[in-house]
């Protein structure tokens, strides 16, 4: 409990004129709820008796009245507007600004931290988790007025019929020995219910990202089944807190009116007695009765304080990552192709999260340099590293020991934003937003229509885009869909073009088209004025033929450089890799020329 309102207090805090705004609003309404009481016993002594005694009443009697019911009733429901608007904008503006702070933790946080934390657990901080955590800032203005009114009730009631006072005052105390024992029970169930809304958010996040997979391979009942089994230990988790709560909520919807019948009771004897009168019974019992809403926004806050502490303590786990990438001061104002430069660069990925298992080791004293202009191919088997060095030469990740270097300066030294602005990646795996042709080349960029075609046609893509119904304003819709595999890697790579970067790496970027159009790409971009330094993963004869120098990888290190014909005289490996490569290129080919045959 005292976490949870350390929580709350956090949001206050940040948002304490508008908070202020919705407690004025709430004390308000609970100001005008104690006088709403003693109008009743006013009216009830001033009129009500009296017409009883003389049988009739008179329009004076009735209209003073309704005019203070009235003009209460108005001064509450301007305390309720106030504070349900006040508080909903307080709620709304703290999911709102710890969203946005999450994201742009992810943002700042390398390549590395996210891949060691499931993508559903980062999609549940960023919604459910912050939503989890201010949820509660909306009954807390009412519940925070209904102490000002419990103050303003103590003391009206005191001087009221102290002994009536004493009777309903038990109620306080039991209420809040309810919720401790509430509190301590509920917050386990719901740190396990958050849990699992993250895993079941990752599940379901997965199959939709694996639904090719999940299709072609018929795993769409094993997917269902995965997803269910989860599902049912969230409804399982779920019910657990609803069945505590439905336990406490009706103990609190109860104590109030409890109150209420031990004030009759004992108010009762006390007007047989002579020592209270009719009004002072009415206005404490109507007092009573209309406490036991506002004393309810006590438990809404109350029994949401574990909800808040998970919340809480999940978007922390966040914001309060460290490994961000930090940035000098160095801007690079140069033109024309940039020098690379690698040296003793090491790199190893750590473990998820939940995962005791030690780093694993990918690259390890990588060296070599790339003079400006110059292209380059980084060739080596599977597993040897190329993708992670490629991620280094674009400062996706750092290495851990060793730097990277361009125009003789360390990455880590060059200033926020400086490097985007000079080296471009196209990576296997090219990513699409459901937007134009010219959306997915810009990316928002201020680039105008020339430019954007100049892009396409270095990247054999001018054709095809021209063919499409709109051309330029095509939508390719989600990931790409509408278009293939080379397609898709051709826009990424004008994406890369337009802005004409001075070091483009190629992370096998052109490996889903045909022979023929890759090397029209490739001839394109080494005879265009580029003004680019090229560094290429590749593993067909045809592209690395075209680099004016190859450097050979294998267990994260650089064994050998040099020219295509000079490393397939000298390095056996790489001479196995490109002539099996191209050995089942001509296979394939011969198969496909049987069967036309045939």
């Known amino acids: 409990m005292a976490r949870g309102l350390r929580v709350l207090g956090h ?7 508008m908070f202020t705004f ?36 008179t329009t004076g009697a009735l209209a003073g009245a309704a005019a203070l019911i009235l003009g209460v009733a108005l001064l509450k429901v301007i305390g309720i507007i106030g504070r349900r608007v006040a508080a909903g904008i307080v709620q709304y503006r703290l999911q709102a600004s710890y969203r946005r702070r999450v994201v742009r933790q992810y943002l700042r946080l390398p390549l590395s931290w996210h891949q060691r934390h499931p993508t559903g657990t980062l999609l549940s901080n960023a919604n459910a988790d912050v939503e989890a ?14 102490l000002i009114m419990l103050a303003i009730s103590g003391v009206a009631l005191i001087l009221t019929d102290p002994v009536l006072a004493a009777v309903g005052f038990v109620v306080f105390p039991v209420i809040f020995a309810v919720n401790v024992a509430y509190s301590r029970r509920m917050s386990p169930r719901m740190t396990r219910a958050q849990q699992l809304r993250a895993e079941v958010s990752e599940i379901a996040h997965e199959s939709f990202d694996g639904a090719l997979v999940v299709k072609t391979l018929g795993r769409e009942e094993d997917e269902t089944a995965r997803f269910a089994a989860r599902s049912r230990e969230l409804r399982d988790a779920m019910v657990r807190v609803g069945q505590l709560r439905g336990l406490f909520d009706p103990i609190m919807e109860a104590l109030p009116t409890i109150g209420t019948l031990a004030v009759l009771l004992v108010g009762g004897i006390r007007l047989r007695s002579g020592d209270t009168s009719v009004g002072d019974l009415v206005s404490v019992a109507y007092l009573f009765s209309v406490l036991a809403m506002p004393v309810r926004a006590i438990g809404w806050v109350l029994g949401d304080l574990p909800r808040v502490v998970v919340g809480w303590d999940r978007v922390q786990n966040v914001l309060r990552a460290t490994g961000g990438q930090e940035y000098g001061a160095t801007t690079l104002t140069g033109t024309g192709p940039a020098t690379l430069g690698v040296a003793g660069a090491g790199f190893a990925y750590a473990p ?25 191919a980084l060739v080596g088997p599977t597993g040897s590293g190329k993708s992670t060095l490629v991620s280094l030469l674009v400062r996706l990740v750092d290495p851990d020991t060793g730097a990277v270097l361009l125009e003789n300066t360390d990455l880590r030294g060059l200033a926020r934003g400086t490097l985007a602005g000079q080296a471009a990646l196209v990576s296997q795996a090219t990513f699409l937003f459901d937007d134009t042709v010219r959306g997915n080349v810009t990316l928002g960029s201020d680039l105008d229509d020339e430019r954007v075609w100049e892009a396409l046609r270095l990247a054999q893509a001018d054709g095809f885009v021209d063919a499409l119904p709109d051309g330029l304003d095509t939508r390719v819709g989600e990931r790409g869909t509408t278009l293939s595999g080379g397609q898709r890697q051709r826009l990424a790579l004008a994406r890369a073009l337009a802005r004409r970067p001075r070091l483009l790496v190629l992370d096998d970027a052109t490996s889903s088209v045909d022979p023929s159009v890759e090397a029209a790409i490739l001839g394109g971009l080494r005879s265009a004025d580029l003004g ?22 294998e267990h994260g290190r650089v064994l050998a450089r040099g020219t295509h014909t000079e490393l397939v005289a000298s390095t056996p490996g790489y001479a196995a890799l490109v002539n099996a490569y191209d050995d089942e290129a001509d296979r394939r080919k011969d198969l496909v020329e049987q069967d036309v045959t045939r």
């Not at 949001?11 to 004129?17: C, D, L, P, S, V």
């Open 352 to 376: 998820p999260v939940d995962s005791a298992d030690p780093p694993v080791p990918v690259l390890a004293d990588v060296t070599f340099d790339v003079p400006a202009g110059r292209t380059v």
């Open 11 to 17: 949001g206050i805090a940040e948002q304490w004129r």
């Open 133 to 146: 955590t201010w949820y509660v800032m909306a009954p807390l203005p009412f519940a925070c007025g209904t």
């Open 532 to 553: 680019a330094t090229v560094v290429v993963v590749a593993y067909r004869q045809a592209t690395i033929g075209l680099a004016d120098e190859v450097v050979w990888i």
């Open 22 to 57: 919705a407690v004025v609003g709430s004390a308000l309404f609970g100001a005008m709820t104690v006088a709403s009481a003693f109008v009743m016993g006013r009216v009830t002594v001033d009129t009500i008796i009296p017409a009883f005694e003389r049988g009739e009443t």
